[in-house]
């Protein structure tokens, strides 16, 4: 486990030593809504950097968020976020590094082949549904009684706030925190999502 901003392997506060690699983030908490970018450092895709790291989250050209996503205008040049008080971390469609397009691989068990499912995911401020890979064996509860990965991810996906159910979000890749999961359901076997508000596209 490495710590934000801080690699193990021969690098320094920045990845210096190869050109640092940035990608566009939001993150969405109980109390905060932010974006910035992030370093991706020694990994390839973002969901590795998040799963193998520890500590704060390090944003540059951090941007505050009204509730809605509308920008407040303040705008400071680093902010450090707790990864307790982080809901999900997300990319827009056009932001997602195409080493994402390879999320079944991953660094946990990269040869065992995983099949995509339709997940409903319910914190204490959204609902979320989207896409994630799973293996073949993994149902429902296995799913939610698993401590790994922290941060699920999910493509294709949709947020809606439970605050104010007309604020919907939609993302090309999104990392949702478990420890920020109230409940959580495969929709293939609760039917359509009709009384989650959200549906697939």
């Known amino acids: 486990m490495s710590e934000w901003g801080v690699s193990p392997i021969s690098f320094g506060p920045l990845g210096e030593?190869?050109?640092?690699?940035?990608?566009?983030?939001?993150?969405?908490?109980?109390?905060?809504?932010v974006t910035g970018c992030i370093s991706l450092l020694r990994f390839t895709r973002l969901s590795d950097l998040i799963n193998h790291s520890r500590g704060f989250v390090r944003l540059t050209d951090a941007g505050l968020l009204r509730r809605n996503g509308d920008p407040t205008g303040l705008v400071v040049p680093e902010l450090m976020v707790n990864q307790d008080e982080i809901t999900f971390i997300g990319q827009k469609a056009e932001e997602v590094s195409?080493?994402?397009?390879?999320?079944?691989?991953g660094m946990d068990r990269p040869l065992m082949e995983r099949t995509p499912r339709q997940l409903v995911i319910f914190t204490p401020g959204h609902t979320i549904t989207g896409t994630i890979y799973l293996f073949a064996e993994t149902d429902i509860q296995t799913f939610v009684d698993s401590p790994d990965p922290r941060f699920v991810p999910m493509v294709k996906a949709t947020a809606r706030s439970l605050a104010d159910r007309r604020v919907i979000s939609h993302f090309g890749l999104l990392l949702v925190n478990r420890t920020q999961m109230s409940a959580a359901s495969l929709l293939e076997k609760a039917g359509e999502a009709v009384e989650t508000g959200v549906g697939f596209e």
Request: charged share 30%.
């Open 98 to 105: 195409t080493a994402e397009t390879h999320l079944p691989g």
């Open 17 to 33: 030593g190869s050109e640092e690699r940035l990608e566009s983030i939001e993150l969405v908490g109980p109390h905060l809504r």
